[in-house]
Nanobody, 121 residues
Framework: QVPLVESGGGLVQAGGSLRLSCAAS????????MAWFRQVPGKEREFVAT????????TYADSVKGRFTISKVDAEEILYLQMNSLKPEDTGTYYC??????????????WGQGTQVTVHS
């Protein structure tokens, strides 16, 4: 099991920015495919972004494309999600995940505990 710890969530005004971090240790971080998902109470967890192990390919949900950037820094063993131009509908608990690539949460077997992002208008 890959231990993942998210941080960086908080309360921000619409139009603002946040950067989420996901730290992993004790594993071969460089070989991990990783992703960000988010969830609001009462709804399914939804895909946000994914990056393959070498960083050569990233994929984004249409709702965040052009505003969010996923990046994987192997030297730091940290996955980032830079979120700009935030909207109230971006509010939710954000989870990082490691596993196979793709937009289906079933592809990922390791998950962090989540970090809360709240965007107010």
């Amino acid at each position: 099991q890959v231990p993942l710890v998210e941080s960086g969530g908080g309360l921000v005004q619409a139009g603002g920015s946040l950067r989420l971090s996901c730290a992993a240790s004790g594993i071969d971080f460089a070989w991990l495919n990783m992703a960000w998902f988010r969830q609001v109470p009462g709804k399914e967890r939804e895909f946000v972004a994914t990056v393959i192990w070498n960083g050569d390919r990233t994929t984004y949900a249409d709702s965040v494309k052009g505003r969010f950037t996923i990046s994987k820094v192997d030297a730091e063993e940290i996955l980032y999600l830079q979120m700009n131009s935030l909207k109230p509908e971006d509010t939710g608990t954000y989870y990082c995940a490691a596993g196979n690539t793709g937009q289906d949460q079933r592809n990922y077997k390791d998950w962090g505990q989540g970090t809360q992002v709240t965007v107010h208008s």
